[in-house]
C-alpha cells in the first residue's frame, strides 16, 4: 500500500519545516513547493503567483493533500505594502485552489491567523466571532478562508483554516526578523535597547511551533466542509510579561524603548480552543517557560537580521 503523499506551500519556513519532519515520522511522503529549498525534503521551486503554474501543477502528481504555508505574514509591512499582500496571499492561495480542483486533489489545510477577527468584541475569540480584519494582512487571510469555503461547498473540499495565534519556537528564520521573542533575545543578549509599540500592555496568546505542526496532522482527518479552528496556548501574557520572561530565562536586566502604537494592532488576542479539543483532540502541551527555555537554546550563538 502506498504513503499518503502530502504538498507543504512554503514548506522551506520556519513552521513548514517542523510540520515537514512531523508529517515524515507519522508516515507520510512529503514534498515542499517554495521559492528556496527545504535542506531535508524534495522540493519543487515555484512561485504560486505564476499565470501558467507549471511547477505547482507538477508539484501535484501524486498528491493527496496539501498543507498551504505560502505567503507574506508581516501585519505591520502589509500596511505599507497592500499590493503585496493582495497579491501573495489571495492570487497565490486562489491559484493553487485552482490548480487542485483540476488535478482532483480536495484536501487541503491553510495556515490562517488570528488577524482574521481584528479587534474582537470580547475575549476569549471563538471560532464564531465576527471576522472584522483591522490589516491588510489579516484581510488576506479572512479572503482566502472564503475561497476555501465556497470551494468546500462548490466543489466538495475538505478545507481546515487552522488560525493560529502567536508562534514561537526554535527555528524562527525571517529576514528580518519582526517577530518579538527571538528579537527580544536577540537584543537582550546583544544590550540593545528593547523596541516596544504602544505602552507594552497589548496581550497575545503564544503557541509553540510543535503544538502548530501536531495540529495540522490530525486536520487531515477531517471530513469535507469547511472548518476554521483556532491554534493557540490559550493563556495571553502582554509584552511586558515577555520581557520579564524572556529577561528572567537570560539573566539579563533590558531598557525598554517605548513607540507610539502601531495601526493594525489589535490590543487583545487571547483564544477559545475547544473547537480544536472537540474536532481534532487537540490541546497544546509545551508551557511558554518551557518552549521559551528551549528557544533561547536554539538562538544561542545564532546571528539574526532585524530591523532597528
Avoid at 482566502?144 to 483554516?161: H, Q, T
Avoid at 535597547?193 to 496568546?205: A, K, S
Amino acid at each position: 500500500m502506498n504513503k499518503e503523499r502530502v504538498l507543504v506551500t512554503g514548506g522551506s519556513g520556519f513552521l513548514g519545516s517542523h510540520l515537514c519532519k512531523n508529517l515524515e515520522t507519522s508516515g507520510y511522503e512529503v514534498r515542499v513547493f517554495d521559492l528556496k529549498p527545504s535542506n531535508d525534503q524534495e522540493t519543487i521551486i515555484g512561485d504560486l503567483r505564476d499565470q501558467d503554474g507549471i511547477q505547482l501543477k507538477n508539484a501535484l502528481q501524486g498528491v493527496n493533500a496539501v498543507m498551504h504555508l505560502a505567503g507574506s505574514i508581516e501585519a505591520e509591512e502589509s500596511f505599507r505594502e497592500p499590493k503585496k499582500y493582495v497579491q501573495n496571499n489571495i492570487l497565490g492561495s486562489f491559484n493553487l485552489l485552482e490548480a487542485m480542483r483540476e488535478a482532483k486533489i480536495n484536501k487541503l489545510i491553510f495556515s490562517s491567523s488570528a488577524a482574521v477577527y481584528g479587534e474582537p468584541a470580547s475575549i476569549p475569540i471563538s471560532e464564531s466571532a465576527i471576522i472584522h480584519p483591522i490589516n491588510t494582512y489579516g484581510a488576506t487571510k479572512a479572503a482566502v478562508e472564503s475561497l476555501m469555503s465556497s470551494y468546500a461547498y462548490s466543489y466538495g473540499f475538505s478545507a481546515v483554516a487552522l488560525r493560529y495565534f502567536n508562534i514561537y519556537g526554535p527555528g524562527e528564520n525571517h529576514i528580518p526578523e519582526t517577530h518579538l521573542i527571538p528579537r527580544f533575545i536577540y537584543m537582550m543578549k546583544k544590550g540593545m535597547d528593547l523596541t516596544i509599540w504602544g505602552d507594552g500592555n497589548d496581550v497575545r496568546d503564544y503557541v509553540h511551533v510543535g503544538d502548530v505542526a501536531a495540529a495540522h496532522i490530525l486536520a487531515l482527518n477531517l471530513e469535507k466542509g469547511f472548518q476554521p479552528i483556532n491554534l493557540s496556548g490559550g493563556k495571553g501574557k502582554s509584552i511586558n510579561d515577555m520581557v520579564y520572561l524572556i529577561s528572567d530565562q537570560l539573566k539579563i536586566n533590558p531598557s525598554v524603548s517605548y513607540l507610539p502604537k502601531r495601526p493594525g494592532d489589535p490590543t487583545v488576542l487571547r483564544a477559545d480552543t475547544q473547537k480544536a479539543k472537540k474536532l481534532l483532540n487537540w490541546e497544546a502541551t509545551i508551557n511558554l517557560e518551557d518552549g521559551l527555555r528551549e528557544t533561547v537554546d536554539y538562538f544561542e550563538g545564532r546571528e539574526i537580521v532585524i530591523d532597528k
